[in-house]
């Protein structure tokens, strides 16, 4: 069994680690496909709130978008595996990263110039 938390706004990964007050919590089974979703609210934005259910939950991999270097190494000395810089909404970036495409700096986000996408 695999956690993945991903801090969401809206239907988007949070731009921003510690102002996050939503996030969302995949857990994949060895030999299932999907995971199951788990959605929780917390009372208030805060890191160190964030970095405790990481580590309390048992959190593998944290997929968000940008995160103070402090809370970085804290959580990668703790050995938990981070996708940062991540943009986007966070079904896509869940999917990506069950499917192993989803990388660092990743922006999901569907550019249109002219009525075509060019992402």
Known sequence: MEKILIPIYGQDIAPRFDLATEVV????????????ERM?????????????????????????????????????????????????PWQKAAELFM?????????LHKRRMEGKDVS
């Not at 919590?25 to 199951?36: A, D, K, S």
């Not at 499917?99 to 922006?107: M, S, T, V």
């Open 40 to 88: 929780m609210v917390l009372p208030q934005a805060s890191a160190e709130q964030l970095c405790h259910l990481i580590l309390s939950d048992g959190i593998a991999t944290l997929i968000c978008g940008g995160i103070e270097e402090e809370y970085f190494q804290y959580l990668s000395w703790k050995k938990v595996k981070i996708l940062d810089s991540v943009m986007g």
């Open 99 to 107: 499917e192993n495409r989803l990388k660092a700096g990743e922006n």
């Open 25 to 36: 919590i995949l857990i994949r089974e060895v030999g299932n496909p999907t995971p199951e």
